[in-house]
């Protein structure tokens, strides 16, 4: 392959096929993709499905923790899981800008190819479109996941209840303060790694251990605070958070106190939010931590009746109301 990317590599001509040979299928092979169809025929899906896509702008390409790659992996693996579903198979679709260095493009693959791998999904097709200099930042991908949804009753943001438990997986705040240090060359957040992680495994141990499952949803963008106010209004329900049970690392508080930051609204990619009935929490929450990515698991809030907002109960006594995000704390976080 050339050392950079040439806009012919786009043209559908011999510089596509190369391209397409000595990157993506080296690291995505598998039956389906290597037929090389305009689409994959999946025959061994049954209904009802679960579809998600979505797409991957983040800079710098590579962080601490994870890159683009993982990101597009893992970010649609978690949407799809998070309708009660099993995920089995990705599409992805890159727009990349001419002159990009090849070894950067096949190390962005050769992550996704891993994330796959360590999801159990499969790669089944895609598309790759070259853009003159300057059109687009280097890379961007889009994937889109689907799987069989296995969950009854299908979980929803609609679907919280008074007297539901509130729990998340694991620390909030890693991932949006990750890219902000790699971005701004931060040196004092060097302690600190996104949390870029797939969730597949651990919501099929929950949904085993606890049956019943009302809201799981994944607090990316716009961090805790902002997707627990999306269910609230989604359900008509006031959700209290108790701030002293929030778990958030310490190198984390301490970077969020020193830029001005809160750490619940900050971007997560390895975290989800788990809305369930009282007499469930116990069992999804011993789920949850016996998978290396539940590990910090906790009990947060409690789901009751009345205006559809969120609001914190603090460590001294006090409450406040938690609103929506408004702005962007850091653009282009995934």
């Known amino acids: 392959m050339d050392a950079y990317l040439l806009l012919d590599a786009g043209s559908g001509g011999r510089a596509s096929q190369r391209l397409v040979n000595q990157c993506f299928l080296r690291h995505f092979a598998n039956p389906l993709l290597e037929r090389l169809?305009?689409?994959?025929?999946?025959?061994?899906?049954?209904?009802?499905?679960?579809?998600?896509?979505?797409?991957?702008?983040?800079?710098?390409?590579?962080?601490?923790?994870?890159?683009?790659?993982?990101?597009?992996?893992?970010?649609?693996?978690?949407?799809?899981?998070?309708?009660?579903a099993r995920p089995r198979y990705l599409s992805c679709g890159f727009i990349l800008e001419e002159g990009l260095p090849l070894p950067t493009l096949e190390r962005i693959v050769a992550d996704m190819a891993e994330a796959a791998r360590n999801a159990n999904v499969c790669i089944v097709t895609g598309d790759t479109k070259v853009v003159p200099r300057g059109a687009c930042d280097k890379v961007f991908i889009n994937t889109t996941g689907i799987g069989g949804i296995?969950?009854?009753?299908?979980?929803?943001?609609?679907?919280?209840?008074?007297?539901?438990?509130?729990?998340?997986?694991?620390?909030?705040?890693?991932?949006?303060?990750?890219?902000?240090?790699?971005?701004?060359?931060?040196?004092?957040?060097?302690?600190?790694?996104?949390?870029?992680?797939?969730l597949n495994r651990m919501i099929e141990d929950v949904f085993t251990a606890a049956g019943e499952v009302h809201v799981l949803r994944d607090p990316t963008r716009g961090g805790l605070a902002t997707t627990l106010n999306e269910i609230a209004e989604q359900s008509q329900v006031h959700i209290e958070l108790d701030e002293a049970c929030v778990p958030v690392h310490e190198a984390v508080r301490n970077g969020c106190s020193f830029l001005g930051l809160d750490p619940l609204y900050l971007a997560n990619e390895g975290k989800c939010i788990c809305i369930l009935p009282e007499e469930k929490a116990d069992a999804a929450l011993a789920a949850m931590?016996?998978?290396?990515?539940?590990?910090?698991?906790?009990?947060?809030?409690?789901?009751?009746?009345?205006?559809?907002?969120?609001?914190?109960?603090?460590?001294?006594?006090?409450?406040r109301l938690l609103g929506m995000l408004e702005g962007s704390q850091l653009p282009r976080i995934c």
């Open 289 to 319: 931590r016996s998978s290396p990515y539940g590990k910090e698991a906790a009990r947060v809030g409690t789901v009751f009746e009345g205006r559809a907002q969120v609001t914190l109960r603090t460590p001294i006594g006090g409450h």
């Open 37 to 84: 169809d305009d689409a994959a025929m999946l025959a061994d899906l049954t209904g009802p499905l679960a579809m998600s896509t979505d797409s991957y702008t983040v800079t710098p390409l590579f962080f601490a923790g994870g890159s683009i790659g993982t990101l597009a992996v893992h970010g649609t693996v978690n949407d799809v899981s998070m309708l009660g």
């Open 150 to 198: 296995f969950a009854t009753p299908v979980p929803s943001g609609h679907n919280a209840r008074p007297g539901d438990a509130v729990l998340i997986s694991g620390a909030m705040g890693d991932h949006g303060l990750t890219i902000m240090g790699s971005r701004e060359g931060l040196s004092f957040l060097t302690d600190v790694a996104s949390d870029s992680a797939p």
